[in-house]
């Protein structure tokens, strides 16, 4: 049987949103979303050179006639719809293997100003620093988590009539990741494995689901998910400590 509270699941995001502007988090909230921007801007740059050749080359295999040469607009229309499916699965990996040291310690950060509890006695950006390669394999351990699951949803996709049933599961999935990806911060400030993490969230499902629902219809959307990502973290961190408040009570 399922377990959790999918509405309560749902509130957390909400207030990872809330967090976000407290005084004592603004500036490692503000830094991953500048390193994001930047990001964001590169890929968008080089999406829409390469793009631009694309069509330039499409368009010169067209015959010349004028109504033909008046569709570049169509193209235009594709280029936007490329752009928006690519950053909205692609950008969110990108970015958290970039900004994952800083949201650790948001993280922790976040846990202190709800507990009023240190995680760790070490404090700053050496720890930050010191924290790069860790926190960058845990990243690599959710990709080849990810990667054959997708896959495997994606293989089934391809069969009629069951691919009605694959779209459900992606929906599901997606949700189910975006949980595992965020709730991943503070468990590694408590030095929990991952798939130890997995076995947890296994046991409050339902709430994961809910919270990671809204998170993952947030990063589909460009612009908000430049701020949706340490929204997420801090409203993560949030789950961590209420869920297993909920647990051992």
């Known amino acids: 049987m399922l377990k959790g509270n999918f509405f309560r699941g749902l509130g957390y995001l909400g207030e990872g949103f809330h967090l976000i502007r407290q005084p004592g988090l603004r500036l490692f909230v503000l830094l991953p979303i500048a390193i994001n921007i930047v990001l ?48 909205a699965y692609g950008f969110v990996i990108v970015a958290n293997l970039i900004g994952s040291p800083f949201y650790g310690y948001l993280a922790e950060l976040t846990e202190k100003h709800l507990t009023g509890q240190e995680v760790t006695t070490e404090d700053g950006w050496a720890t930050i620093v010191k924290d790069i390669p860790r926190a960058l394999w845990r990243e690599v351990q959710k990709i080849l988590y990810y990667l054959p699951r997708a896959i495997g949803l994606f293989m089934i996709g391809l069969v009629p009539v069951v691919n009605l049933v694959a779209a459900v599961l992606w929906f599901l999935f997606n949700s189910w990741m975006m949980a595992l990806q965020y709730v991943d911060y503070p468990a590694d400030n408590h030095r929990v494995s991952f798939p130890a993490l997995r076995r947890t969230l296994g046991g409050s499902r339902l709430s994961a689901l809910g919270f990671g629902l809204p998170v993952a219809l947030a990063a589909m959307v460009p612009l908000l998910n430049l701020v949706v990502v340490p929204a997420a973290v801090c409203g993560a961190t949030a789950f961590w400590v209420r869920e297993n408040d909920s647990n051992h009570q």
């Open 40 to 87: 964001f801007a590169v890929l968008f740059y080089f999406m829409a050179e390469g793009f631009s050749a694309l069509i330039a080359t499409a368009m010169g295999w067209l015959p010349d006639w004028n109504w033909l040469q008046s569709l570049d607009w169509l193209f235009w229309i594709l280029y936007g719809a490329v752009i928006l499916l690519m950053l």
